[in-house]
């Protein structure tokens, strides 16, 4: 086994920063140690943005997206490193998601697509990284998507107690932990990212701060129901979306039908799209005990609640109650990851992400040939 000191690093769909998590990694733990977020430079966000709701970029913009973003992820790991005084000779790998620009798991030709070129981030840090996660199950029939269940397996799963864990990012996903199953897991639909997407319209702000801007308006019950007919929520596991689905568009389409809505109307409608389309699936995957949530969405306390009231019976709790810090997991997750592939250790979960079989995940860019160890 490859134990020793992994980076993680995870730049979601909410763009909101990279996180870079540093974890000590072995066969029993997962010990984090530190972590970082660097931010993402507007003109980065914005071409990022561009491409993920479908514009079109010639090859040239997208090959330098992809070196700017590659240099960006190595000046986030250079940056814990030398917060932290480590050296390249004291960190195994770094396991880089990535950041998925589309992502298209039910298209004739299933796709998925994380840029950020990977070379840049071993040139300039001289450790091994280990990317490109999703595409090895997705050419094995699976999703590509979510991979963090395995990982919440391993963590938090209790011999007792039924659990799921929950990400609420731009996108969110349960993972259901629950004793004698195997482990299932898939994406419930938005997160924050229609609740961000409409307060950036309106107001020009990143993201409603702990829903205060909801608050204000009141659930517009008719729209919410005709969001709720969205074939995408009755569809069957395993199932991943992201932005090139869920995104300004689709909340503009849903408008059309209510012209003079009022905005913080539409925004709290929007949380509680998110809560609703949550809740209904932790019930009809037979509820549980304990609701364990992460992600930025568990700092919203409107979402929250209206979670809690919707799982009447169920613990909602922060991952950070049970000692994980719910910002750091998906970080952590892919330092994980990294681990599983130098290990020779299966990745995927087939009953979650639908693949026909286990697999290694991952390409590996050794810093050294042969790579450290060996
Ligand atoms: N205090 C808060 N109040 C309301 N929302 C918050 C708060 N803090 C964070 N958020 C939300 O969390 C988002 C960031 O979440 P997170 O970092 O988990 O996303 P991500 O990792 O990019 O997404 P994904 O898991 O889909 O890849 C912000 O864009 C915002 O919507
Ligand atoms: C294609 C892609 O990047 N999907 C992300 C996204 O963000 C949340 C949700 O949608 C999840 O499916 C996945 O990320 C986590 C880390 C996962 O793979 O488990």
Redesign the pocket.
């Known amino acids: 086994m490859k134990s020793g000191r992994y980076i993680g690093v ?8 990279i ?1 870079v998590v540093l974890a000590a990694i072995d066969e029993n733990m997962v010990a984090q140690q530190a972590s970082y ?1 660097h931010p993402i430079p507007p003109d980065i966000r914005r071409d990022i943005l561009a491409i993920c709701q479908g514009q079109a970029l010639t090859l040239s913009q997208l090959g330098q997206l992809d070196t700017r973003l590659g240099k960006l992820f190595a000046d986030a790991v250079l940056t814990l490193m030398k917060q932290q005084g480590l050296s390249a000779e004291e960190i195994t790998a770094i396991g880089c ?1 990535g950041q ?1 620009v589309w992502h298209e798991p039910e298209s004739e030709a299933p796709n998925t697509l994380q840029i950020g070129d990977n070379n840049q981030l071993v040139a300039a840090t001289g450790v091994t990284v280990v990317g490109d996660f999703r595409r090895r199950d997705m050419a094995l029939g699976g999703q590509g998507a979510p991979l963090v269940p395995a990982f919440h397996q391993a963590l938090l799963m209790h011999p007792v107690e039924r659990r799921m864990v929950l ?7 349960l993972s259901l932990l629950i004793p004698g199953m195997p482990v299932r897991g898939y994406d419930t639909g938005p ?3 229609l ?2 997407a409409w307060i950036w319209r309106q107001r020009a702000l ?7 801007w909801a608050r204000e308006g009141t659930v517009i019950l008719p729209l919410l129901q005709q969001m709720l007919t969205d074939p995408w929520f009755a569809r069957p596991a395993p199932k991943s979306t ?1 932005r090139e689905y869920f995104n300004l568009g689709w909340i503009e389409q849903q408008l059309s039908h209510f012209p003079g809505v009022a905005p913080q109307d539409v925004q709290a409608t929007l949380a509680e799209l998110t809560a609703t389309t949550i809740a209904e699936q932790v019930l009809l995957s037979g509820g549980c005990e304990r609701l364990m949530v ?10 929250m609640a209206r979670l809690a009231a919707q799982l009447a019976g169920t613990e909602v709790c922060s991952t950070d109650e049970a000692g994980l810090c ?2 750091d ?2 970080g952590l997750a892919f330092a994980w990851l990294a681990y599983r592939t130098l290990s020779g250790l299966a990745g995927n979960l087939p009953a979650v992400t639908g693949a026909r079989e286990e697999s290694v995940l991952g390409a590996i860019f050794p810093a050294n040939y042969p790579p450290r160890g060996h």
């Open positions: 995870m730049s979601g769909t909410s763009l909101d920063g996180d977020c998601h998925t990400n609420i990012g731009g996108i969110a996903n997160g924050n990212m609740m961000d990143p993201y409603d701060k702990d829903g205060e992201g992460c992600g930025g969405g568990s700092r919203n306390p409107l979402v719910g910002d997991m998906e």
